[in-house]
Every structure is written in C-alpha cells, then in structure tokens.
C-alpha cells in the first residue's frame, strides 16, 4: 500500500486493494500532512527558499515604484457646470504612472463621481513631476 505517481494524478493504493486518485492539491496536502520522517530532505528548504525569494521581489518592486515625486507645474482641474448645478462635490481619485522626465504617461480612474472624473484627468494628464531615474506611479485624488 502506498502512493503510486502516476501521468497526472496520483493514485493511492491501500492494503485491500481500494484505490482513489487525488489532484495534485492533495498531494501538496499530503506533503504537507506528512511526518518529518516522510519527506524528502530538500523539500521543505526548496518550497521555503521560494517563499523568500518572492517576499523579496515583491517588496523590492513596490519600493522602487512607488516613490513619492514632487509636482513641479500643475493645473487646477475646472470645476464642470453641471456638476456646479446639480451642487455636486467629492473627490476623484486616480493612479497616475510617471515617465523618468516628469511627464504623466498614463492614467487610471479609480473612484470618485464620473461627472468630475473627466476634469480631473485633464488637468492631471498635463502636470509635471521632477526628474527621476526610472517611471514612478502614484495615486492622486482631486477634491471637488
């Protein structure tokens, strides 16, 4: 009795001769339900090294992208007329990717009333940040 590898599954087979066949989510659970005895030696340090080096890039990636830049020219966004009579106020917020020479390459509206979104990503497409040495993004909100 054991487990038997088999194409893509993989098949127990008990004593009497029963036999099931789990995915490999279950052999990743039997893995991990097994006793120290019944793993191999260099399993559980390969799957930890993994982990880590993942932890790794993902906070590396975040530092690097996501440092704060300072606006060097800005326009205000205008204030649409039917926003101002239906009395309507809130912020917009959007994520705004910056190339290494200030200028606002993308855009993404996020949140906020769609009334106001287009005022806002106007204006926000022509702002200038200073000088950086590689793209940057950022999140903006614009309150109305």
Same mark, same amino acid.
């Given at each position: 009795?054991?487990?038997?590898?088999?194409?893509?599954?993989?098949?127990? =087979?008990? #004593?009497?001769?029963? %036999?099931? *066949?789990?995915?490999?989510?279950?052999?990743? !659970?039997?893995?991990?339900?097994? /006793?120290?005895?019944?793993?191999?030696?260099?399993?559980?340090?390969?799957?930890?090294?993994?982990?880590?080096?993942?932890?790794?890039?993902?906070?590396?990636?975040?530092?690097?992208?996501?440092? =704060?830049? #300072?606006?060097?020219? %800005?326009? *205000?966004?205008?204030?649409?007329?039917?926003? !101002?009579?239906?009395?309507?106020? /809130?912020?917009?917020?959007?994520?705004?990717?910056?190339?290494?020479?200030?200028?606002?390459?993308?855009?993404?509206?996020?949140?906020?009333?769609?009334?106001?979104?287009?005022?806002?990503?106007?204006?926000? #497409?022509?702002?200038?940040?200073?000088?950086?040495?590689?793209?940057?993004?950022?999140?903006?909100?614009?309150?109305?």
């Amino acid at each position: 009795s054991g487990w038997q590898h088999h194409r893509w599954s993989i098949v127990w =087979e008990s #004593k009497s001769g029963a %036999r099931s *066949e789990i995915d490999s989510a279950g052999d990743e !659970a039997h893995f991990l339900a097994a /006793g120290p005895r019944e793993r191999e030696p260099g399993q559980v340090m390969t799957k930890l090294k993994y982990i880590f080096l993942c932890v790794i890039l993902l906070v590396g990636s975040a530092s690097a992208t996501d440092q =704060e830049r #300072k606006v060097v020219s %800005r326009e *205000e966004p205008e204030y649409p007329t039917i926003a !101002a009579r239906m009395n309507l106020h /809130g912020t917009v917020k959007l994520k705004i990717w910056i190339s290494p020479d200030g200028k606002v390459r993308r855009l993404e509206y996020i949140g906020g009333h769609p009334l106001l979104a287009e005022s806002a990503l106007k204006a926000v #497409k022509v702002w200038k940040y200073e000088l950086a040495a590689q793209e940057s993004t950022g999140i903006v909100e614009l309150r109305f």
